[in-house]
Each structure stands twice: as C-alpha cells, then as structure tokens.
C-alpha cells in the first residue's frame, strides 16, 4: 500500500512571499501523484496532478509541483501567494493501476498581509 | 452542470444508532468513491463502485460499514450501532471510469456520535 508523508502541519507565510510545501510518498509501483486544496467552507478540489512524461506539472493559478522519482517526492511551490491561497492542501498518491487516493494528513497555509 | 453533492450535512446520533448517508454523484460519472475524514487527518477510503458493484471495499473498517449504490448512479454509505469513534466527515467523490482521472468531491456530511 502506498503512504504519503506531508512534512508540515502548518504554514504561515506573507503575501507575495515564496511557499513551498513538502509531500514525500513510498510507493514501490507506478503512482499517479496529486495535490488537492481545500479552502475555507468548501469542499476539496484538484489543484494538480502528475501521471507522466514533464516530471514539472503547473496549476491555472500559479502553482507548480515537481515529480522526484529517486527521492519518491512531489513537493508544491508558489513563487508569489496571495491572501486568496489561505487553505488547506492535501498531497493524494494512487497506483497507476488503481482508483483509490491515499491521503497526506494536510498542510495549512495561512497567508497574512 | 451540478456537482456531487451529498445529504445530509450534518447528523448527530446516539451511540447504538443506525445512521444512513447519501451522495450524488456527477451525471455520467461511473467511478463513485466514498472517504472518511477524522479530525486533523487526510480523507481515508472507505469503497469504491465501478457502476453498481463494489469494485474495492478494502477500506470499511468493519462490518458495520456498508454502502450500495443500486442503479450505478446515487449511493448510500450505511452504518449500524454508531460508536464514538465513528464521528468524522464522510466524503464522497465520483470520476470518470479511467485511474487518471480527477475525482470530483462532494461537500462532505458531518457525522457526531454522542
């Protein structure tokens, strides 16, 4: 079974600073990595995904994560947040042969002006 | 078109109680997925439906846990006796048939056992 480890619990940062949140997943077979995001009140939805060819995969809003396959990482990073990226983001693995998600426990970001 | 959306938001029960929950998926979506969410915790999978069968219920954690989803289309994650330990957000999500495809969730419903 696949596991999926989300370093950080908790990010505070500024607006227009850099973030980057860490997800690291043991897998011993071909994964489909993706990061959801949550924010306040609403439900989860998918912000990225990579299931293969350009190991750098990028989201309409400016985040971008990138598929590490020695390291079996797939960390996210934004150069500039706003007050809008205020959120919870959950890293998901599955088998490429498979329908299940496994979960990291989530990364609260908290963006302050 | 409307998302998955799932009834009710909230329950609370009483320990021992049976409870029903109900999710909606996407029109055409095949795939229908129900997770549980506990408190600090990422969404943990519960079952999966291909149509009306239960591809992959490897996730309930016991046999008070069930779901059906009779037409291929609504579906109803079914638990009797409730325990505290059972209070959580139950999340259902729908795709397409193919793995790579984005699972679309619904808003989740609350459960808390007193």
């Not at chain 2, 790579?100 to 808390?112: A, C, I, K, M, V």
């Amino acid at each position: 079974a696949q596991s999926v480890t989300q370093l950080d619990s908790q990010v505070p940062v500024f607006e227009e600073a850099p973030v980057e949140l860490r997800c690291n997943y043991s897998s011993s077979v071909s994964v489909y990595l993706f990061w959801y995001v949550q924010y306040p009140n609403q439900g989860l939805q998918l912000l990225l995904k990579y299931l293969s060819g350009s190991t750098l995969v990028e989201s309409i809003n400016g985040f971008e994560a990138e598929f590490n396959k020695s390291q079996t990482s797939f960390h996210l990073r934004k150069p500039s947040v706003h007050i809008s990226d205020t959120a919870e983001y959950f890293c998901a693995v599955t088998r490429s042969n498979d329908y299940k998600l496994s979960f990291g426990a989530g990364t609260t970001v908290t963006v302050r002006a | 078109g409307a998302g998955v959306s799932q009834t009710p938001s909230n329950k609370v029960t009483e320990k021992g109680k049976y409870v029903e929950l109900r999710c909606d998926p996407i029109s055409g979506h095949t795939a229908l997925y129900w997770y549980r969410q506990s408190l600090g915790q990422g969404p943990e999978f519960l079952i999966y439906f291909q149509g009306t069968g239960a591809a992959d219920d490897s996730g309930l954690p016991n046999d008070r846990f069930f779901a059906v989803r009779p037409e291929g289309s609504v579906s109803t994650l079914k638990i009797q006796r409730t325990e505290r330990g059972d209070s959580a957000v139950y999340l259902c999500a729908s795709s397409l048939a193919q793995p790579y495809n984005e699972q679309f969730f619904g808003p989740g419903t609350r459960l808390t056992v007193l």
